[in-house]
Protein backbone atom coordinates (compact mmCIF):
# COMPACT_ATOMS: atom_id res chain seq x y z
CA UNK A 1 0.00 0.00 0.00
CA UNK A 2 1.18 3.07 -0.92
CA UNK A 3 1.87 5.65 1.81
CA UNK A 4 -0.43 8.90 1.90
CA UNK A 5 0.77 12.05 0.76
CA UNK A 6 0.67 14.21 4.70
CA UNK A 7 -0.63 17.34 2.85
CA UNK A 8 -3.31 15.64 1.42
CA UNK A 9 -4.29 13.77 4.76
CA UNK A 10 -8.27 14.43 6.54
CA UNK A 11 -7.97 14.85 10.28
CA UNK A 12 -8.97 11.67 11.03
CA UNK A 13 -6.02 10.06 9.04
CA UNK A 14 -3.23 12.34 10.87
CA UNK A 15 -4.83 11.18 14.49
CA UNK A 16 -4.32 7.50 12.97
CA UNK A 17 -1.08 8.67 12.08
CA UNK A 18 -0.42 10.29 15.08
CA UNK A 19 -1.21 6.88 16.85
CA UNK A 20 0.83 4.97 15.19
CA UNK A 21 3.89 6.97 16.23
CA UNK A 22 3.39 7.14 19.92
CA UNK A 23 2.43 3.17 19.53
CA UNK A 24 5.92 2.84 17.95
CA UNK A 25 7.49 4.78 20.47
CA UNK A 26 6.32 3.13 23.49
CA UNK A 27 7.04 -0.68 21.61
CA UNK A 28 10.62 1.18 21.51
CA UNK A 29 10.57 2.52 25.44
CA UNK A 30 8.83 -0.55 26.42
CA UNK A 31 11.77 -2.89 24.65
CA UNK A 32 14.34 -1.31 26.09
CA UNK A 33 13.06 -1.21 29.75
CA UNK A 34 12.59 -5.07 29.61
CA UNK A 35 16.08 -5.20 28.77
CA UNK A 36 17.22 -2.61 31.38
CA UNK A 37 14.92 -5.05 34.08
CA UNK A 38 16.61 -8.05 32.83
CA UNK A 39 20.06 -6.80 33.65
CA UNK A 40 18.80 -4.67 36.66
CA UNK A 41 21.69 -5.94 38.87
CA UNK A 42 24.37 -4.19 36.70
CA UNK A 43 22.43 -1.26 36.36
CA UNK A 44 22.62 -0.68 40.18
CA UNK A 45 25.87 -1.81 40.57
CA UNK A 46 26.93 1.34 37.84
CA UNK A 47 24.59 3.57 39.95
CA UNK A 48 25.67 2.91 43.61
CA UNK A 49 29.19 3.17 42.34
CA UNK A 50 29.44 6.73 44.41
CA UNK A 51 28.52 4.95 47.59
CA UNK A 52 31.23 2.54 46.80
CA UNK A 53 33.60 5.29 46.46
CA UNK A 54 32.61 7.48 49.81
CA UNK A 55 32.67 4.41 51.70
CA UNK A 56 36.78 3.81 50.55
CA UNK A 57 39.28 1.34 49.44
CA UNK A 58 40.12 -2.10 50.71
CA UNK A 59 43.35 -0.72 51.98
CA UNK A 60 41.56 1.43 54.05
CA UNK A 61 39.20 -1.32 55.63
CA UNK A 62 42.19 -3.27 56.26
CA UNK A 63 43.93 -0.45 58.01
CA UNK A 64 40.70 0.37 60.27
CA UNK A 65 40.33 -3.21 61.46
CA UNK A 66 44.39 -2.90 62.21
CA UNK A 67 43.68 -0.21 64.31
CA UNK A 68 40.86 -1.90 66.09
CA UNK A 69 43.27 -4.63 66.72
CA UNK A 70 45.76 -2.74 67.82
CA UNK A 71 42.94 -1.16 70.44
CA UNK A 72 41.84 -4.44 71.74
CA UNK A 73 45.31 -6.51 72.12
CA UNK A 74 46.51 -3.31 73.67
CA UNK A 75 48.47 -4.13 77.32
CA UNK A 76 47.73 -0.10 77.94
CA UNK A 77 45.37 0.98 80.54
CA UNK A 78 45.17 4.03 78.79
CA UNK A 79 42.66 4.92 76.37
CA UNK A 80 42.94 6.95 73.21
CA UNK A 81 41.34 10.54 73.15
CA UNK A 82 37.58 10.35 72.87
CA UNK A 83 37.97 11.95 69.13
CA UNK A 84 40.05 9.40 68.20
CA UNK A 85 37.62 6.70 69.37
CA UNK A 86 34.73 8.70 67.78
CA UNK A 87 36.45 9.10 64.45
CA UNK A 88 37.58 4.98 64.81
CA UNK A 89 34.27 4.20 65.28
CA UNK A 90 32.76 6.02 63.14
CA UNK A 91 34.68 4.59 60.21
CA UNK A 92 34.05 0.96 61.29
CA UNK A 93 30.18 1.73 60.93
CA UNK A 94 30.94 2.98 57.46
CA UNK A 95 32.42 0.10 56.35
CA UNK A 96 30.38 -1.91 57.60
CA UNK A 97 28.20 -0.49 54.11
CA UNK A 98 31.50 -1.27 52.27
CA UNK A 99 30.43 -1.96 48.95
CA UNK A 100 27.54 0.71 48.21
CA UNK A 101 24.94 -1.01 50.07
CA UNK A 102 21.50 -0.18 50.22
CA UNK A 103 18.29 -1.53 52.18
CA UNK A 104 14.62 -1.43 51.79
CA UNK A 105 11.94 -0.71 54.28
CA UNK A 106 8.98 -2.13 52.29
CA UNK A 107 8.08 -5.27 50.90
CA UNK A 108 7.59 -3.86 47.54
CA UNK A 109 10.36 -1.71 47.27
CA UNK A 110 12.57 -3.66 45.32
CA UNK A 111 10.16 -4.66 42.62
CA UNK A 112 8.16 -1.04 41.64
CA UNK A 113 11.99 -0.25 42.31
CA UNK A 114 13.68 -1.93 39.78
CA UNK A 115 10.46 -1.60 37.50
CA UNK A 116 11.45 2.55 37.72
CA UNK A 117 14.90 2.09 37.27
CA UNK A 118 14.22 0.06 34.35
CA UNK A 119 11.43 2.64 32.25
CA UNK A 120 13.62 5.33 32.92
CA UNK A 121 16.35 3.76 31.59
CA UNK A 122 13.74 2.64 28.61
CA UNK A 123 12.90 6.32 28.16
CA UNK A 124 16.93 7.54 28.46
CA UNK A 125 17.70 5.62 25.81
CA UNK A 126 14.55 5.28 23.49
CA UNK A 127 15.04 9.28 23.82
CA UNK A 128 16.11 9.62 19.88
CA UNK A 129 13.79 7.29 17.96
CA UNK A 130 10.66 9.19 20.33
CA UNK A 131 12.03 12.45 18.71
CA UNK A 132 12.56 10.45 15.19
CA UNK A 133 8.77 9.92 15.37
CA UNK A 134 7.88 13.64 16.53
CA UNK A 135 9.83 15.05 13.48
CA UNK A 136 8.30 12.29 11.10
CA UNK A 137 5.04 13.61 12.10
CA UNK A 138 5.64 17.60 12.16
CA UNK A 139 8.40 17.31 9.49
CA UNK A 140 5.33 17.60 6.54
CA UNK A 141 3.67 20.78 7.91
CA UNK A 142 7.21 22.68 7.90
CA UNK A 143 8.61 25.15 5.28
CA UNK A 144 11.77 23.55 3.44
CA UNK A 145 14.23 26.72 5.72
CA UNK A 146 11.99 25.38 8.99
CA UNK A 147 13.04 21.74 8.11
CA UNK A 148 16.10 22.44 8.67
CA UNK A 149 16.31 24.74 11.59
CA UNK A 150 13.95 21.88 13.26
CA UNK A 151 16.60 19.17 11.85
CA UNK A 152 19.52 20.71 13.53
CA UNK A 153 17.51 21.57 16.39
CA UNK A 154 15.91 18.19 17.61
CA UNK A 155 19.49 16.85 16.84
CA UNK A 156 21.29 19.32 19.50
CA UNK A 157 18.58 19.47 21.85
CA UNK A 158 18.83 15.55 22.40
CA UNK A 159 22.83 15.83 22.64
CA UNK A 160 22.28 18.93 25.51
CA UNK A 161 19.85 16.73 27.54
CA UNK A 162 22.20 13.82 27.58
CA UNK A 163 25.07 16.12 27.86
CA UNK A 164 23.18 17.58 30.99
CA UNK A 165 21.97 14.23 32.23
CA UNK A 166 24.94 12.26 31.58
CA UNK A 167 27.22 15.00 32.92
CA UNK A 168 24.88 14.85 35.88
CA UNK A 169 25.54 11.38 36.70
CA UNK A 170 29.28 11.17 36.58
CA UNK A 171 30.60 14.65 37.82
CA UNK A 172 27.63 16.00 39.94
CA UNK A 173 25.92 12.70 41.52
CA UNK A 174 29.60 11.33 43.26
CA UNK A 175 30.39 14.72 44.75
CA UNK A 176 26.87 15.27 46.05
CA UNK A 177 26.72 11.35 48.02
CA UNK A 178 30.09 12.68 49.23
CA UNK A 179 28.78 15.95 50.32
CA UNK A 180 25.66 14.78 52.12
CA UNK A 181 27.32 11.67 54.03
CA UNK A 182 29.97 13.60 55.01
CA UNK A 183 27.14 15.99 56.75
CA UNK A 184 26.32 12.89 58.88
CA UNK A 185 29.49 13.99 61.06
CA UNK A 186 31.27 11.04 63.43
CA UNK A 187 27.82 10.65 64.77
CA UNK A 188 25.27 9.83 61.92
CA UNK A 189 25.62 6.77 59.63
CA UNK A 190 24.51 7.34 56.08
CA UNK A 191 22.12 4.53 55.34
CA UNK A 192 19.95 4.86 51.94
CA UNK A 193 16.94 2.79 51.32
CA UNK A 194 16.77 1.69 47.36
CA UNK A 195 13.91 3.59 46.35
CA UNK A 196 15.14 6.71 47.87
CA UNK A 197 18.38 6.71 46.26
CA UNK A 198 17.49 5.42 42.84
CA UNK A 199 14.87 8.36 43.08
CA UNK A 200 17.48 11.06 44.19
CA UNK A 201 19.58 9.93 41.11
CA UNK A 202 16.48 9.71 38.30
CA UNK A 203 15.77 13.27 39.52
CA UNK A 204 18.87 14.96 39.10
CA UNK A 205 20.15 13.62 35.64
CA UNK A 206 16.08 14.24 34.41
CA UNK A 207 16.28 17.94 36.19
CA UNK A 208 20.06 18.37 34.44
CA UNK A 209 18.91 17.03 31.46
CA UNK A 210 15.70 19.68 30.77
CA UNK A 211 17.60 22.51 32.34
CA UNK A 212 20.44 22.12 29.67
CA UNK A 213 17.70 22.53 27.00
CA UNK A 214 17.58 26.38 28.10
CA UNK A 215 20.02 27.09 25.01
CA UNK A 216 17.70 25.91 22.42
CA UNK A 217 15.10 27.38 24.12
CA UNK A 218 16.51 30.83 24.09
CA UNK A 219 17.72 30.38 20.57
CA UNK A 220 14.42 29.54 18.97
CA UNK A 221 13.40 33.11 20.65
CA UNK A 222 16.00 34.60 19.39
CA UNK A 223 15.32 33.13 16.03
CA UNK A 224 11.27 34.47 16.03
CA UNK A 225 12.54 37.28 17.20
CA UNK A 226 11.22 37.82 20.90
CA UNK A 227 14.52 38.24 22.24
CA UNK A 228 17.56 39.27 21.29
CA UNK A 229 21.45 39.62 22.12
CA UNK A 230 21.36 43.01 23.32
CA UNK A 231 18.23 42.23 25.26
CA UNK A 232 19.95 39.19 27.33
CA UNK A 233 23.33 40.46 27.48
CA UNK A 234 21.21 43.60 29.28
CA UNK A 235 18.89 41.29 31.92
CA UNK A 236 21.91 38.76 32.70
CA UNK A 237 21.85 39.20 35.97
CA UNK A 238 18.40 38.17 35.83
CA UNK A 239 19.24 34.99 34.11
CA UNK A 240 21.83 34.63 37.00
CA UNK A 241 19.04 34.53 39.42
CA UNK A 242 16.34 32.41 37.40
CA UNK A 243 19.55 29.58 37.11
CA UNK A 244 19.48 29.70 40.88
CA UNK A 245 15.56 29.37 40.90
CA UNK A 246 15.68 26.80 38.54
CA UNK A 247 18.54 24.66 40.25
CA UNK A 248 15.69 24.86 43.71
CA UNK A 249 12.87 23.11 41.77
CA UNK A 250 14.39 21.12 39.16
CA UNK A 251 16.71 19.08 41.79
CA UNK A 252 15.30 16.88 44.41
CA UNK A 253 16.81 18.24 47.34
CA UNK A 254 16.24 22.06 48.14
CA UNK A 255 20.26 22.03 49.79
CA UNK A 256 22.48 25.04 48.55
CA UNK A 257 24.95 22.70 46.84
CA UNK A 258 23.06 20.47 44.22
CA UNK A 259 21.67 24.02 43.50
CA UNK A 260 24.64 25.95 42.83
CA UNK A 261 26.17 22.67 40.87
CA UNK A 262 23.10 23.34 38.39
CA UNK A 263 23.20 26.80 38.59
CA UNK A 264 26.95 27.15 37.07
CA UNK A 265 26.47 25.08 33.96
CA UNK A 266 23.46 26.52 33.23
CA UNK A 267 24.89 30.04 33.78
CA UNK A 268 28.23 28.87 31.09
CA UNK A 269 25.34 27.79 28.52
CA UNK A 270 23.78 30.88 28.41
CA UNK A 271 27.06 33.09 28.35
CA UNK A 272 27.66 30.21 25.43
CA UNK A 273 23.96 30.93 24.00
CA UNK A 274 24.62 34.44 23.70
CA UNK A 275 27.46 34.20 21.32
CA UNK A 276 25.79 32.04 19.19
CA UNK A 277 22.64 34.34 18.96
CA UNK A 278 25.45 37.39 18.44
CA UNK A 279 27.07 35.62 15.77
CA UNK A 280 23.50 34.32 14.07
CA UNK A 281 22.69 38.43 14.10
CA UNK A 282 25.72 39.05 12.33
CA UNK A 283 25.68 36.67 9.77
CA UNK A 284 21.66 37.85 9.37
CA UNK A 285 22.41 41.93 8.71
CA UNK A 286 25.69 40.27 6.44
CA UNK A 287 23.28 38.82 4.14
CA UNK A 288 20.37 41.43 3.95
CA UNK A 289 23.65 43.78 3.09
CA UNK A 290 24.79 41.17 0.59
CA UNK A 291 20.91 41.05 -1.16
CA UNK A 292 20.72 44.71 -1.30
Request: net charge positive.
Amino acid sequence: MAKKNPNQMNLWEHLDELRARVIYSLLVITGIAIVAYIFREQLLAFLTAPLRLVSGSPQELLSQLEACKKLILSESQKLPPESELSQLAFDCRRFLFHGGSLIFIRPTEVFFGYIKLALFTGLLIGAPFVLYQIWQFIVPALFPHEKKYARYGFAIGAGLFYLGAFGCLFFVVPTAVRFFVGLGGPYLQATFTFDHYISFILWMMLGFGLAFELPMVLFLLARIGLVSHAFLRENRKYAIVLAFVMGAFLTPTPDPFTQTAMAIPLIILYEATLWVIKWTERKRETEIVTEN
